[in-house]
């Protein structure tokens, strides 16, 4: 229902970012909600040549974020996103269907 993308936001922002939509999507009875967080791939210029994945401050955040008090009980469900929608740097939350 909803797309959030985090890229070239501060850690504080996107925080925020997070609690309100889903405080939001959870009011208005929105079911899902895709949150970009992104990765980094870094190619080494070493002998190995070897890309490496990493994963920034926003997405390792963003899975204790899920977790906290203020949105357990209005999640369902959280997906790590297929390659379509973003792969490893993207999130599918579910919201519980808002009974009031």
């Not at 208005?28 to 870094?42: A, M, P, Q, S, Y």
């Not at 040549?49 to 899975?63: D, S």
């Not at 009980?73 to 808002?98: C, H, M, P, T």
Request: hydrophobic residues 35%; contains cysteine.
């Amino acid at each position: 229902n909803k797309k959030i993308d985090f890229h070239g936001m501060s850690l504080i922002d996107a925080e925020e970012l997070f609690f309100n939509s889903v405080a939001n999507c959870y009011k208005k009875n929105l079911r899902c909600i895709l949150f970009v967080t992104g990765k980094k791939i870094i190619r080494n210029t070493g002998e190995d040549h070897i890309p490496k994945l990493y994963y920034g401050k926003i997405r390792n955040e963003f899975l204790h974020w899920v977790t906290a008090q203020d949105v357990r009980s209005k999640i369902l469900n959280v997906q790590q996103a297929n390659l379509e929608y973003g792969g490893d740097g993207a999130f599918f939350v579910y919201l519980r269907k808002n009974k009031n």
